[in-house]
């Protein structure tokens, strides 16, 4: 009996327990709020659309401040390919003819350049030269020359330009900052190709 008791007791408590957690949300009326209130609007904000200029290129700034370089004029360019112009035979007995000089000699490499011989220009820029050894017609002809003149260590090579809308080869040895060097092997290069080798400031 008391345990009968007891039990009803218990769930007499829980009963309440319950009743006063959830009379609250059954019975009772939610607090009223005030409604949220957004305020206007704000203006839009003023952008700037004035064009933004393109920024300054680094090579247009420096090339405005470097010195002007006499290029080699068209009269000693034109000149030099008159005295060095070769047709395709000459150019195949001057080719064998080089190649029966003798090895070039490999000179020490100075400390110092020579005092007559100036480094830069009167605009500060570096002076490098130019053996102009023959001018021909035929791409083969040009290579062919180019290879001999390579098999003597010679720094030979050759560019291609258009005269009277005939596409032209000019064989070159160089560049080199040393005059008096191609001075030197100039002789040699006249006597094999039968030309007036020509000593040329480089321009690229």
Known sequence: MESMLKQRLVGTMVLVALGIVFWPLIFTQPESRDSLVLGPMP?????????????????ESVES???AVAPLSAEEQGSADDKTLLDDAAAETGAEQLSLL??????????T???FDPLTDAGGLPVFWVLQVATVSSQAR???????LR???YKAFSTQFQKGGQALHRVQIGPNLDRQRLEKIKPDIDQALAVDAQILRYTQ
């Not at 203006?43 to 090579?59: C, G, K, L, M, Y």
């Not at 040009?142 to 001999?148: R, S």
């Open 142 to 148: 040009a290579d062919a020359l180019v290879e001999t």
């Open 43 to 59: 203006a839009q904000p003023d952008v700037d659309r004035t064009p933004i200029a393109p920024p300054e290129s680094f090579r």
């Open 65 to 67: 401040r470097l010195p």
């Open 102 to 111: 003798n090895q070039p000699v490999t000179e020490p490499i100075r400390d």
């Open 151 to 153: 098999a003597r260590e």
């Open 113 to 115: 350049p020579p005092s």
